[in-house]
């Protein structure tokens, strides 16, 4: 649960990341991870997978390290999102057969997609796990829509830099 105070906050902040110009864009997508894993105590593990042939593939992300690096459409809750064209939101991840696990701690997970703003094709996504059982709600998805939004925007201008 994020009220509307955290959420103006951590949006500017986001704003602020990623418009720092001296930074390469991978450097401050990480910085982003690395802000939102700090400010935002039920992100056990955040990251971005970026949409590649019908992969994804890790990028930047905060927590600990993961075998799942690329991860085909349709499997785990990562790539259902992609199949379904639709952000997910998992309050006990023990309860799904289709979950790729990271970690043992993760109880909960969403996923928001990260979608060209004009077309609204996907581009990526937004992947973070909870230790608790329905860390996330719809004021998480709201929060990441927004970011996720600004992150599509940067990219597309500047290119992922990978
Ligand atoms: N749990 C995800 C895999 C990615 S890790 O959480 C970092 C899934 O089921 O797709």
């Not at 927590?63 to 992609?82: D, L, W």
């Not at 790729?100 to 993760?106: G, I, R």
């Not at 094709?121 to 927004?146: H, N, P, R």
């Amino acid at each position: 649960m994020i009220d509307d105070t955290l959420a103006t906050e951590v949006i500017l902040q986001a704003e602020a990341i990623l418009e720092a110009s001296e930074a390469l864009v991978q450097e401050r997508l990480q910085r982003l991870m690395q802000y939102l894993h700090d400010r935002l105590p039920h992100f056990h593990w955040v990251g971005i997978y970026w949409l590649k042939d019908n992969e994804l593939v890790l990028g930047p992300y905060v927590g600990a390290p993961t075998e799942h690096v690329r991860i085909p459409v349709g499997r785990g809750v990562c790539g259902t999102a992609v199949a379904e064209n639709m952000n997910q939101i998992v309050e006990d991840v023990r309860k799904l057969d289709n979950y790729l696990a990271c970690s043992l701690e993760t109880r909960s997970e969403i996923v928001v997609l990260i979608r060209h703003p004009n077309t609204g094709k996907i581009l990526g996504q937004i992947d973070v796990d909870g230790t608790e059982v329905g860390a996330f709600d719809e004021s998480d998805e709201a929060l990441l829509d927004v970011i996720s939004e600004r992150v599509a925007r940067l990219v597309l201008a500047h290119g992922i830099g990978l």
